[in-house]
């Protein structure tokens, strides 16, 4: 398992052209900035879309200036027509579910740390790599030409339920070849993680280097790994199911349309589909998905508290059975996004229980971090502050899944806001101060500069209070009856509401302001950063052993031997407080995993 | 910085919670017989949750407060107990509290649910298509007339595709664009989507149900106080979807009785 000559098998010489270096990679570090940068491109898509959504929401009839140039038809004179903001809305809810917050906490930041903290050269299918990370960006661009094809993107939410999906553009505009480049996208996106998830998994159980066992894995490696199991089994279901949708519109198939359908007073040429069976299709996949989307999140986060800590988790082992339990128990909870859906009533009960269930590791996990920290000696910088907004964020958007979890509750909250609070915070923001954290901590290593700290803090500030300025009220809306998917709100009950959507919007375009602070901090520190040194935040694991930025071969020929588990602090060591994994000195400690 | 950062984090908390508190954006007025279930299970959970969170985020400022930057010689101590008493704790607070509300829950479910209308209840169809709600009633005769999706046709009113000429049934069906119901009368609403998904939801009566196209569904409910409420789409149908709606009037016996007499002139 630990022997050198698995070295050997993907061993492959440096890169020397232009192509090779940067464009066609095989560099698993390569790899993982350009997804970086194509989570960056994305998340900034998704958040302009974001304003737009707000701004529509709030003042329906307000023109948007420049608006028009995206769209004549759907935005004329820059007022947002109806179905255009339904369409801003699908591309926002998709790009960044599986642009932003699949790529960068898992295939970015694991493609670039996995191989370095396993102690090995590179993934074992360098190729598949490569490959996974262009069918990505292949998959991105076909997204995205939806926007100027045809007659726009498909309206019918990342949800895409059926028969909306299949019937054609005689349901809407945007849902004829907005639909199939749709499905085409994201069964080219499953293709990808497919590829990554193989990499993932092989590298994480074959080529761990000398002293490395599972037990000494750092968490983040865990979390990547445990992420790319659920990746392997969710994927695999999208993808049959969007070639499925493909068929129901160009081969005259009817996997999702069932008889006797009336639009526009044509009785629909389809016979003999299930509407259900997308939503059954589709939820097996997407209830893992958002845990692929937080795991990662989990693991990154808790590696950096413990480092900015200065003192491990009270138990590394809790944290990574909790974290498989978490993905496990993901495939059983799927149905409680169907609970009113017409399913089985019985069902309903079925997926209730393990819903609720999944509160018992996350709440472990958040007990774990919060009593760790009882007798820390708390580092904050910009990476920790993160870390520890996090966890905030993680409370709030975790208990209004108790709400959520209940089916009764749940017929008076199923469709609300207060759902779309309940995922924008564990998700919109967690995740997303999960991606922050991990930039803030490991861009010196990737890009041997430091981010400026002041632009840091000052990015964390506005982000974590305006992110509760925008997503708290959301569950007060929830909770009032307002119904997401709306472009507007005309009725009755709804018009008292509006004023809080304005507030919202003001808050929403504030914190969108403020992430443009790191993008400048991020691109303005990558050239002109202060030089950062091997392990400029004294940690352990081996992505600090080794040159910033990393050589080629991750560790210049040198490959280290693995002594101690990764989470050696709150010791006496000849370096300071801490001992790290590769360095063969003895120190008295607590706790160390063999 | 770590000391704000906890005072940020415990107002952010108390702000939070003081619109829940204070009752500021609420569910209506329960109308219906079953609603008290719901109201109480949503009660409940707001009080464990609430709990839940706020404990959650003052310990984590108040920890963050007092462990943070102690300087390079502080001594790192340990939670006592370790993470074993985090565990126990966890499985059995959260267990519980698992176990009360899926329990409990289960009631508030079933009577929706679980349970068939009863034999007396008064049967109206709706169908939801792209951007309407219609509403039949079975007229005099009480059977409702064949469907005939072919015949369909929104320019001349043959929302159900009714076939009157060949179906006696059919003849004395009422259609209508709002919905009637006397007040405390049970109602078998018997749903049927035209074209695409979309979904029944009236807060105050406490029901919210998809429309699945292909597979005719229903819900049961009574009303107990007369008004005038909103049905509302839930499901994302297409560009109209914020604008399909239609209303609910909930009428004394004899107000509802003239109503019928009223639509039916119209048909």
Redesign the interface.
Same mark, same amino acid.
């Given at each position: 398992m630990h022997d050198m000559s698995a070295h050997a098998a993907q061993h492959h010489a440096p890169p020397t052209s232009f192509i090779r270096k940067y464009v066609f990679s095989l560099d698993h570090k390569v790899i993982g900035k350009q997804y970086y940068g194509l989570a960056l491109v994305a998340a900034l898509c998704g958040m302009v879309l974001s304003w737009m959504m707000r701004i529509h929401l709030g003042w329906t009839n307000a023109a948007i200036p420049g608006l028009q140039l995206l769209s004549k038809t759907g935005a004329p004179g820059g007022v947002m027509t109806p179905e255009y903001y339904l369409q801003l809305m699908t591309m926002h809810g998709t790009i960044m579910v599986f642009f932003v917050l699949t790529t960068a906490p898992f295939a970015a930041f694991g493609n670039f740390f996995l191989p370095i903290q396993v102690g090995a050269e590179d993934m074992p299918f360098p190729r598949f790599n490569m490959m996974s990370f262009w069918v990505t960006f292949v998959a991105f661009v076909v997204l995205m030409s939806s926007f100027v094809l045809g007659d726009g993107p498909t309206l019918g939410g990342w949800t895409q339920y059926a028969p909306l999906n299949a019937v054609g553009s005689v349901a809407g505009p945007g849902q004829g070849l907005g639909v199939v480049l749709w499905m085409i996208s994201i069964a080219l996106f499953c293709v990808g993680q497919l590829l990554g998830a193989l990499n993932f998994i092989t590298t994480t159980l074959d080529l761990r280097v000398k002293g490395m066992s599972l037990m000494r894995l750092p968490l983040s490696a865990w979390a990547w790994f445990i992420t790319s199991c659920m990746g392997l089994t969710a994927f695999s279901v999208l993808f049959p199911a969007c070639i499925l949708v493909i068929l129901d519109h160009v081969a005259g198939t009817s996997f999702f349309v069932a008889s006797n359908l009336v639009l526009n007073d044509q009785l629909q040429p389809h016979s003999g589909g299930s509407t259900l069976l997308w939503q059954h299709l589709f939820w097996f996949f997407g209830h893992p998905e958002v845990y692929i989307a937080i795991v990662p999140g989990i693991g990154i986060v808790s590696h950096i508290l413990i480092t900015s800590m200065r003192k491990p988790m009270l138990s590394q082992r809790v944290l990574i059975y909790c974290m498989g339990a978490l993905a496990v128990l993901s495939y059983g909870v799927y149905g409680h996004h169907m609970f009113v859906s017409g399913m089985n009533p019985f069902s309903a009960l079925a997926f209730s229980f393990p819903t609720l269930v999944i509160t018992i590791p996350a709440t472990i996990v958040v007990l774990i971090w919060v009593f760790s920290l009882y007798g820390a000696n708390l580092r904050i910088n910009s990476a920790s502050l993160f870390a520890l907004g996090f966890i905030s964020m993680f409370v709030s958007g975790g208990v209004s899944g108790f709400f959520l979890a209940q089916p009764s509750i749940d017929i008076m909250l199923h469709a609300t806001y207060f759902v779309v609070g309940h995922f924008h915070m564990v998700m919109g923001v967690a995740a997303m101060f999960g991606i922050f954290a991990a930039t803030y901590f490991w861009a010196p290593k990737m890009f041997g500069r430091m981010m400026n700290e002041t632009l840091g803090r000052i990015h964390f500030w506005l982000s974590f209070v305006g992110t509760y300025c925008i997503f708290m009220p959301f569950h007060y809306l929830g909770m009032a009856g307002n119904i997401r998917r709306y472009s507007s709100f005309p009725d009755d009950y709804l018009q008292p509401l509006i004023p809080v959507h304005r507030l919202i919007t003001v808050a929403a375009l504030i914190t969108g302001a403020a992430q443009l602070i790191f993008v400048y901090n991020l691109i303005h520190s990558r050239f002109w950063g202060k030089p950062a040194t091997d392990n400029p935040w004294e940690a352990t694991s081996l992505e600090w052993s080794t040159a910033t930025p990393p050589p080629w071969d991750n560790f210049g020929g040198k490959y280290p031997v693995v002594y101690h588990d990764p989470y050696q602090y709150g010791v006496k060591s000849s370096v300071g407080d801490y001992v790290m994994q590769a360095s063969p000195e003895q120190v008295k400690t607590d706790h160390d995993e063999k | 910085? %770590?000391k704000f950062?906890a005072v940020?984090?415990i107002i952010?908390a108390i702000l939070?919670a003081i619109? $829940?508190l204070r009752h500021?954006? @609420? %569910?209506?007025e329960d109308i219906s017989t079953h609603g008290y279930? =719901?109201d109480e299970?949503?009660s409940e959970?707001?009080a464990? #949750?609430?709990i #839940?969170?706020l404990a959650?985020?003052f =310990?984590?400022a108040i920890? =963050?407060w007092m462990?943070?930057? +102690?300087?390079?010689d %502080?001594k $790192?101590?340990?939670?006592p107990g370790? &993470?074993?008493g985090?565990?126990i &704790?966890?499985?059995l607070l @959260? /267990?519980a509290e698992?176990l009360a509300? /899926?329990v409990f829950?289960?009631k #508030?479910?079933a009577d929706?649910?679980?349970t068939p209308p009863s034999a007396g209840a008064m049967p109206i169809q709706v169908q939801a298509?792209?951007f309407a709600f219609y509403f039949r009633y079975p007229g005099p005769d009480g059977t409702f007339g064949a469907t005939h999706?072919?015949l369909?046709?929104?320019?001349s009113q043959n929302f159900f595709?009714l076939d009157p000429e060949h179906d006696p049934d059919s003849r004395d069906d009422i259609v209508t664009a709002e919905m009637a119901i006397p007040v405390n009368k049970e109602i078998h609403l018997l749903m049927h %989507? !035209? *074209?695409?998904?979309h979904?029944f939801?009236v +807060?105050e009566l +406490?029901?919210?149900? *998809?429309? @699945?196209?292909?597979?005719d569904?229903s819900l049961h409910f009574t009303a107990t106080k007369v008004g005038k409420y909103?049905i @509302?789409?839930?499901?994302?149908? /297409?560009?109209?979807?914020?604008?399909m !709606?239609a209303y609910l009037y909930v009428y004394s016996q004899e107000d509802f009785e003239n109503w019928v007499k009223k639509e039916q002139a119209m048909q």
């Open positions: - | 910085m %770590a950062f940020t984090i952010i939070s619109p $829940i500021t954006w @609420v %569910a209506p279930l =719901i299970q949503m959970t707001m464990e #949750a609430g #839940a969170f959650a985020q =310990i984590l920890f =963050i462990f943070s930057n +102690r300087g390079r %502080a $790192i101590k340990k939670f370790g &993470a074993t985090l565990v &704790a966890a499985l @959260v /267990g698992v509300l /899926g829950g289960v #508030a479910w929706q649910y679980l298509g792209q999706p072919e369909i046709n929104e320019g595709g %989507a !035209k *074209d695409v998904g979904s939801f +807060r +406490r029901v919210q149900q *998809d429309f @699945v196209p292909g597979l569904v909103e @509302v789409c839930t499901q994302l149908c /297409g560009l109209g979807h914020y604008n !709606k």
